[in-house]
């Protein structure tokens, strides 16, 4: 699928530059209707909440409606079920804490190898706390996937939580979370889904999924440096919230402590309408594939615009991939397979033989390419691989926003730091 990359960049105020941003997976570049909210929140409704006077009404509405967006972004079944806070991290360090009132000593907890440390550690300091045990599930280190029989041994365990990742932060991989779901949940376990790495690639659907739980942060899909949390309604209205007394007992406000970053949450609510902006473009050819599945109005739209961004990336994958393997000594560690593109984001991660990640990352920013190196907080990944003390790795990490130009760039500015 082709894209008009020139339009859609000019949303992106700051890719008016020569850099090729390949960043990504750590946090993309915010759009102009992003941006256009968080100023105006500032200029036009900057308050705090549930004030008797104008400002603090229109600023109460405009959270509301940010609320309301990423309910449907997500196709949550009410907007009480979304919760904002600094970031997917914070948020599941602040829901875990609400989970562990349920767990006694002995009881499992289920993590997996792949994931970002951000849904590991959490659960870790939980099991430390209420004497739990850890389940970890494996991966298979030639492919770079879940290992879907140990996930299965792990459930036989029964832990009373399962978390896992929607898509790798590292390797790319797209874990099959509806099939996971349903055998975590077969097995009695609450499921708890990292997707900050699959947000800005696919569309999602928790009600699909029929998780209880699912996290990303909107600095990941062209936002500000927010996070979002998904919860069943039921499930958050029982749960005990650990914050002030005077605070709001109703949902999603108790879970929101102290006075949460407004702009930033108008900013969420810019970077959704980008994708409403983005499906009026480019979106028609996906429209009949949701509605026949009942989607309509801004729920439709947000469908539409994903599907589009996840077809055009699969040709930025496929570029990528054979970009990276036509240079001399390269090592991609993930699903490589032309014809597997549908089981990976088009985040990858390699190694140039005897180079350091580091030295390797620190050239490419030189020329104007922008890449991370190190473990990028998948650890438990980089551990399992026996690369934590050789640097980790380099990962390189396009968006739509992205050209088969950059692709190119990168590729010839990789051959020349590989010599």
């Known amino acids: 699928m082709s894209l008009d990359t020139s339009a859609i960049r000019q949303q992106f105020p700051s890719l008016n530059r020569s850099a090729v941003f390949l960043d990504n997976p750590a946090g993309t570049q915010i759009s102009k209707q992003s941006l256009e909210r968080i100023n105006r929140y500032l200029l036009e409704c900057n308050a705090n909440h549930e004030g008797l006077f104008e400002t603090s009404r229109k600023s109460d509405e405009i959270l509301h409606e940010a609320h309301a967006a990423m309910a449907d972004f997500l196709n949550a079944a009410r907007p009480e079920e979304i919760i904002f806070g600094n970031n997917m991290t914070t948020l599941t ?46 991966i298979d280190v030639e492919q770079g996937t879940l290992d879907l029989d140990d996930f299965a041994r792990a459930l036989e365990h029964k832990p009373k939580i399962a978390a896992f990742g929607y898509a790798s932060n590292l390797l790319g991989t797209i874990n099959s979370v ?10 009695g376990a609450l499921v708890y889904i990292d997707a900050v790495q699959y947000v800005p690639h696919g569309p ?10 699912l996290v990303c942060s909107s600095y990941k899909f062209f936002g500000p440096h927010a996070g979002a949390l998904y919860g069943k309604f039921e499930l958050l209205k029982e749960l005990e919230a650990y ?46 594939d949701w509605e026949s599945k009942g989607f309509s109005g801004r729920r439709l739209l947000y469908k539409q615009a994903m599907s589009a961004i996840r077809e055009y990336e ?21 699903v490589t397979d032309i014809d597997r593109l549908e089981e990976r984001v088009p985040t990858v991660a390699f190694r140039l033989e005897g180079k350091d990640p580091a030295k390797i990352a620190d050239a490419l920013g030189q020329q104007g ?51």
Request: glycine share 8%; proline share 3%.
């Open 178 to 187: 509806t099939k996971l779901t349903k055998m975590a949940k077969d097995a």
């Open 93 to 138: 360090l602040h829901i875990s804490r609400s989970l562990a009132r349920n767990l006694q000593p002995g009881d499992n907890i289920l993590v997996t190898r792949l994931d970002h440390d951000a849904n590991i550690s959490p659960w870790m300091l939980i099991a430390e706390d209420k004497g739990c045990n850890l389940i970890w599930v494996d």
């Open 314 to 334: 699969s040709e930025l994958s496929r570029a990528l991939i054979k970009t990276i393997e036509s240079v001399p000594g390269t090592r991609i560690y993930g």
């Open 204 to 213: 999602i659907d928790v009600q699909d999924l029929d998780c209880d739980f």
């Open 243 to 288: 914050k002030v007394r005077p605070a709001s007992d109703e949902l999603p406000y108790k879970f929101e402590t102290g006075t949460q970053n407004h702009e930033g949450i108008a900013g969420v609510l810019g970077a959704l309408e980008y994708f409403e902006w983005f499906a009026a473009e480019f979106g028609d050819g996906h429209a009949n």
């Open 369 to 419: 390419v922008y890449v991370w190196n190190g473990h990028n907080y998948a650890l438990a990944i980089v551990e399992r691989m026996g690369l934590l003390e050789e640097g980790g790795m380099i990962r390189v990490g396009p968006v739509h926003y992205n050209t088969m130009e950059e692709i190119e760039r990168f590729g010839e500015v990789l051959k020349q730091v590989a010599k």
